[in-house]
């Protein structure tokens, strides 16, 4: 194990909270998370019983999104709890929870910027937009990005597999990414995962942004709305590669904070992990209008139905 993960899981040891902390902080994750998770199965009923979302690419990468953030926040829970109620777990245990992390992570950004696309089609081309985004070629897209987010994220597990010794999957560790995956390799090959989707993210942020900002209909009520919601692609996005600094940021903290590095790390992981995840299904489903119609149905439909049955 390389030098950095020990130093890492040795700072989480030393800095273990005490009992009463560490439920406080176990209860308020689960009921953040849980929330959140309620929310987003909401949003995914009213896609799956609205059929008029079926063919429109901006729903399809959406419900990809909170599917996404589902599966994303759910790991993160999971970690979390197991990281107080059993510390350390074996690798072969923790690296299928660290696999589906970084797929998830991955996928996010690379899915705000596919919705960032489609969003300047809409604008730019208005004339062109249903033979540019097709219901074929949006899933072709999405399946693109899983594969990717896949491939970046199996050598990890292949490496690991070819250089470490089978007792090494059998030891109890505190599941990261660094102390599964341990060799400095790999290590570098995340920094460069993470620059170079960092740069094409932004970039296409950037061009879509300024494309629509200077059209020649800039003026128009739905130009105006999509330059409102390419910000708010930026800024989730901004949110989301926080992600990217999380080991910078932990070593400054332990230099910092060293007394309280337990709950540096606590506001770390709520800031990174649970806020973006709690932004997305505002920005993205109760913000549309056609989308929040329809929510709001169900929800009202389902307050009405209790009652019924209550009385």
């Given at each position: ?12 040891i030393?800095y273990?909270d005490?009992?009463g902390?560490a439920v406080?902080?176990?209860?308020v ?6 929330s959140?998770n309620?929310i ?12 008029m979302?079926y ?6 990468l959406f419900?990809s999104?909170v599917?996404?953030d589902m599966?994303q ?6 970690l979390?709890?197991?990281s107080?109620a059993?510390?350390r777990i074996?690798?072969s245990?923790c690296?299928p929870?660290i ?5 998830t992570?991955e996928?996010?950004?690379l899915?705000?910027?596919?919705m960032?696309?489609e ?14 985004c097709?219901?074929?070629r949006t ?11 896949v491939v970046s994220a199996?050598p990890?597990l292949?490496?690991t597999?070819?250089?470490r010794?089978r007792?090494f999957f059998?030891s109890?560790i505190?599941c990261l990414?660094e102390?599964?995956?341990p ?6 090959k ?6 170079v989707?960092l740069v094409?993210v ?6 879509t ?9 800039a003026?128009?009520?739905d130009?105006k ?14 949110l989301?590669?926080?992600?990217y600094?999380?080991?910078?940021v932990?070593?400054?903290?332990l230099r ?5 590095y ?7 992981y ?9 932004v997305?299904?505002?920005?993205y489903?109760?913000r549309d209008?056609?989308f929040?119609?329809y ?9 009405a139905?209790?009652?019924a049955?209550?009385?």
């Amino acid at each position: 194990m390389d030098a950095a993960a020990v130093a890492n899981a040795s700072a989480v040891i030393q800095y273990r909270d005490s009992l009463g902390k560490a439920v406080v902080k176990n209860l308020v994750v689960l009921a953040i998370g849980l929330s959140i998770n309620y929310i987003n199965v909401g949003l995914m009923y009213t896609f799956c019983k609205h059929q008029m979302f079926y063919w429109n690419p901006r729903y399809i990468l959406f419900f990809s999104l909170v599917v996404n953030d589902m599966i994303q926040m759910s790991v993160g829970i999971t970690l979390f709890v197991i990281s107080y109620a059993l510390h350390r777990i074996s690798v072969s245990a923790c690296a299928p929870f660290i696999l589906m992390a970084i797929i998830t992570t991955e996928n996010t950004p690379l899915i705000l910027a596919c919705m960032a696309g489609e969003c300047y089609v809409a604008v730019r081309l208005p004339l062109h937009h249903a033979r540019i985004c097709t219901v074929r070629r949006t899933l072709l897209l999405l399946a693109a990005i899983l594969a990717v987010s896949v491939v970046s994220a199996f050598p990890d597990l292949f490496v690991t597999l070819a250089t470490r010794r089978r007792d090494f999957f059998a030891s109890k560790i505190f599941c990261l990414r660094e102390t599964a995956f341990p060799s400095p390799v790999l290590i570098r090959k995340r920094d460069i995962t993470y620059i170079v989707y960092l740069v094409l993210v932004w970039s296409v942020i950037f061009f879509t942004y300024f494309k629509i900002l200077f059209a020649a209909q800039a003026a128009s009520k739905d130009a105006k709305k999509a330059r409102r919601t390419i910000v708010l692609h930026g800024v989730q996005v901004l949110l989301c590669m926080t992600t990217y600094a999380v080991p910078l940021v932990k070593d400054v903290l332990l230099r910092v904070f060293p007394e309280s590095y337990s709950d540096s790390l606590f506001a770390c992981y709520i800031i990174v992990q649970v806020w973006p995840r709690a932004v997305s299904p505002i920005i993205y489903g109760v913000r549309d209008k056609c989308f929040r119609k329809y929510l709001k149905q169900y929800l009202v439909c389902g307050t009405a139905t209790r009652h019924a049955g209550d009385s």
